[in-house]
T-cell receptor, first 113, second 114 residues
Framework: AQTVTQSQPEMSVQEAETVTLSCTYDTSESDYYLFWYKQPPSRQMILVIRQEAYKQQNATENRFSVNFQKAAKSFSLKISDSQLGDAAMYFCAYRLPTNDMRFGAGTRLTVKP | EAGVVQSPRYKIIEKKQPVAFWCNPISGHNTLYWYRQNLGQGPELLIRYENEEAVDDSQLPKDRFSAERLKGVDSTLKIQPAELGDSAVYLC????????????FGNGTRLTVT
């Protein structure tokens, strides 16, 4: 079975601090893309960052970066200098060449002022 | 570009009643997804279209759920009859048919079955 596991249902971080959200996945495919999405209370899913499985270099987008470990099938998200607006549900996902796309159960991030 | 449009945003119905959700994807996006999201959970795939063809409907409860995507553009998801357990947010997403592309999501329809 192909799955995505986010082992932290909830995380909390102090404003301006750094937090890391964990994600592991399981697929028999060797080629795929990985994504992190943010979902605020408005329900709109917003792309945070993506990573190609064949690229060893970890993706970064401003304050967001990933730690991609292909052999371990791990794809964690690091948020630096956390802001109040970062508070949301965060979902890890992968997309296969077949266009099959699966999501994890999510991590609720709270940012404390 | 205009985003993915879904309607209605909210729907409250009594059990055993029918309900339909509509999705207008981003122009040119061949791939369309319907997901169901239970409270505090991640999106779970119901059905995926490549143009007008349903290529993955293995998770769609076919005894009560149906979907269509006319002319490979707009899509409708229907439930008949609705059950209490169908209460959830129904998300539509679209993307180009390239797995390096992210999905673009609509705002979802929150369904409450009483």
């Amino acid at each position: 079975a192909q799955t995505v596991t986010q082992s932290q249902p909830e995380m909390s971080v102090q404003e301006a601090e750094t937090v890391t959200l964990s994600c592991t996945y399981d697929t028999s495919e060797s080629d795929y893309y990985l994504f992190w999405y943010k979902q605020p209370p408005s329900r709109q899913m917003i792309l945070v960052i993506r990573q190609e499985a064949y690229k060893q270099q970890n993706a970064t987008e401003n304050r967001f970066s990933v730690n991609f470990q292909k052999a371990a099938k791990s794809f964690s998200l690091k948020i630096s200098d956390s802001q109040l607006g970062d508070a949301a549900m965060y979902f890890c996902a992968y997309r296969l060449p077949t266009n099959d796309m699966r999501f994890g159960a999510g991590t609720r991030l709270t940012v404390k002022p | 570009e205009a985003g993915v449009v879904q309607s209605p945003r909210y729907k409250i119905i009594e059990k055993k009643q029918p309900v339909a959700f509509w999705c207008n994807p981003i122009s040119g996006h061949n791939t369309l997804y319907w997901y169901r999201q239970n409270l505090g959970q991640g999106p779970e795939l119901l059905i995926r279209y490549e143009n007008e063809e349903a290529v993955d409907d293995s998770q769609l409860p076919k005894d009560r759920f149906s979907a269509e995507r006319l002319k490979g553009v707009d899509s409708t998801l229907k439930i008949q009859p609705a059950e209490l357990g169908d209460s959830a947010v129904y998300l539509c997403a679209s993307s180009p048919s390239s797995y390096n592309s992210p999905l673009h999501f609509g705002n979802g329809t929150r369904l409450t079955v009483t």
